[in-house]
C-alpha cells in the first residue's frame, strides 16, 4: 500500500504534473510550466530556432507554437494545442520573505520532474545583472532547470527558474513580472508615451518622458517631456516594467506620482486612458 504523501509532497507531485520539458531548446532541452489553457511559460533562452516539442510529466511529445517572445526579458509563451496537463497558479512574488520554504521542478540534465527544496535568499536586484529584479534563492538548479517554475508550499508559482550565479544562488524571474509579460501580450492600453528609465539618488526607478503623443492620454492628463514618473497607483517603480504593470491593472483610473523641471516635491495626475480627469 502507498504512503500518503505529506503536503510538500503533494504540492512538490502537482508541479510535477504541470512541468513539461522542452525540446528543440538551445543546448538541449529546457522546462517549462502550463499556467492556462494549454499555454506555457519559460526562459526566452532554452528557445532554439528549430522546431518546438514539448514533452508532459507523462512521457507523452506534442509541438508547440511560440507566442510572444521577448528576449530582453527573457521569457517566453508557448502554446502546444494538443497538450492535456493541469495547470499551475500563478503567486504573488511581491509577498515573499527571506527564509520563505520554495519547491523548484524542472529537467537537470534531462532527469524528467525533478525537484529541488531550499529558501527565499531575498527579492531584488544584483550588481552586474542590469539592476533587474529577481527571487535568489538558496536552491540546487542544474542545466535543463531553466524554464521551470518556483513555487511556495502552496504550490503557486512566484518565479521563473532562469541561471544560477557564483557562490550557487539560483535567480528567478518575480511572477510579478511575469504576469507583466502576459498581460502585455493582450494588452492595448497605452499613455502616449517614449520614455527612458532613470536611477533616483533615493533608490528606484525613475521613467523620464523623452517624447508624447499627440492626442493621446498622456497629453491629455498636461504631462511634459522631462517630467519624471516615479510611481502609478500609489506604488514606486522598482523596475522599468512597473509602469505597464500599474496600466493593465482593471479600471479606468490610472494615479501617476512624478516630478516636474528638477523640484523635489511630488506631483500627481489622474489619468483616464482616453483623458485626463483631475491635475494636482
Given amino acids: 500500500m ?9 504540492v ?8 513539461v520539458q522542452v525540446r528543440g531548446a538551445r543546448g538541449g532541452s529546457g522546462s517549462a510550466v502550463v499556467l492556462n489553457h494549454r499555454n506555457l511559460i519559460t526562459n526566452a533562452h532554452v528557445i532554439g530556432g528549430e522546431a518546438i516539442h514539448v514533452e508532459s510529466w507523462e512521457g507523452k511529445v506534442h509541438p508547440a507554437n511560440i507566442v510572444r517572445l521577448d528576449r530582453g526579458r527573457d ?3 508557448l502554446h502546444a494545442p494538443d497538450l492535456d496537463a493541469p495547470s499551475a497558479a500563478l503567486g504573488d512574488s511581491d509577498r515573499l520573505q527571506a527564509g520563505a520554504p520554495i519547491i523548484a521542478v524542472g529537467n537537470p540534465f534531462g532527469f524528467i520532474g525533478a525537484v529541488s527544496t531550499g529558501v527565499v535568499h531575498a527579492v531584488g536586484s544584483l550588481a552586474g545583472l542590469g539592476g533587474r529584479e529577481w527571487v535568489q534563492a538558496d536552491l540546487r538548479l542544474a542545466p535543463g532547470n531553466s524554464g521551470g517554475p518556483l513555487a511556495d508550499w502552496q504550490g503557486n508559482v512566484v518565479g521563473i527558474n532562469t541561471m544560477i ?3 550557487g544562488l539560483a535567480l528567478a524571474i518575480p511572477s510579478r513580472l511575469v504576469q507583466a509579460f502576459l498581460t502585455r501580450a493582450k494588452s492595448r492600453r497605452s499613455l502616449g508615451l517614449m520614455l ?4 533616483m539618488k533615493a533608490g528606484g526607478v525613475g521613467l523620464m518622458i523623452l517624447e508624447i503623443v499627440v492626442g493621446g492620454a498622456a497629453e491629455a492628463a498636461s504631462l511634459l517631456p522631462g517630467d519624471i514618473l516615479l510611481g502609478a497607483n500609489g506604488r514606486r517603480f522598482r523596475d522599468t516594467d512597473d509602469l505597464q504593470i500599474e496600466i493593465d491593472r482593471p479600471g479606468p483610473l490610472l494615479r501617476l506620482d512624478f516630478q516636474r523641471g528638477g523640484q523635489p516635491n511630488l506631483r500627481h495626475v489622474s489619468v483616464r486612458y482616453e483623458e485626463a480627469v483631475s491635475a494636482a
Fill in 2 to 10: 502507498p504512503v500518503p504523501l505529506s503536503v510538500p509532497g503533494r
Fill in 12 to 19: 512538490a507531485e502537482a508541479l510535477r504534473r504541470s512541468t
Fill in 75 to 77: 521569457l517566453a509563451l
Fill in 165 to 167: 550565479v557564483s557562490g
Fill in 196 to 199: 527612458r528609465p532613470i536611477h
